[in-house]
Nanobody, 115 residues
Framework: QVQLVESGGGLVQPGGSLRLSCAASRSILSINVMGWYRQAPGKQREMVAYIPAGGSTNYANSVKGRFTISRDNAKNMVYLQMNSLKPEDTAVYYC?????????WGQGTQVTVSS
């Protein structure tokens, strides 16, 4: 199993930045894919970005050029740097790990972009 804990959400003005963090309970070197998803009120959960263990990063078109996903294998952490935030980025952001064929989710962290 994998436990995931997100942090770093909050209220930010349009154009601002936030960095989300996801702490994993086990070595992320053993985890196939780590990713960030988000769910806005009344909408389905959607992929934001993901990073395979040994592959390149992938992003939703809506965040390309603004968000950056990264991982620190030594700390078992995954990050999502979010720049140039827009009101439509408002959502609960979830960290996900795919480990041995199963998906594990964190509890989510709220990001609100508003003036």
């Amino acid at each position: 199993q994998v436990q995931l804990v997100e942090s770093g959400g909050g209220l930010v003005q349009p154009g601002g930045s936030l960095r989300l963090s996801c702490a994993a309970s086990r070595s992320i070197l053993s985890i196939n894919v780590m990713g960030w998803y988000r769910q806005a009120p009344g909408k389905q959960r959607e992929m934001v970005a993901y990073i395979p263990a040994g592959g390149s990063t992938n992003y939703a078109n809506s965040v390309k050029g603004r968000f950056t996903i990264s991982r620190d294998n030594a700390k078992n952490m995954v990050y999502l740097q979010m720049n140039s935030l827009k009101p439509e980025d408002t959502a609960v952001y979830y960290c996900k790990a795919n480990y041995l064929g199963f998906d594990y989710w964190g509890q989510g962290t709220q990001v609100t972009v508003s003036s």
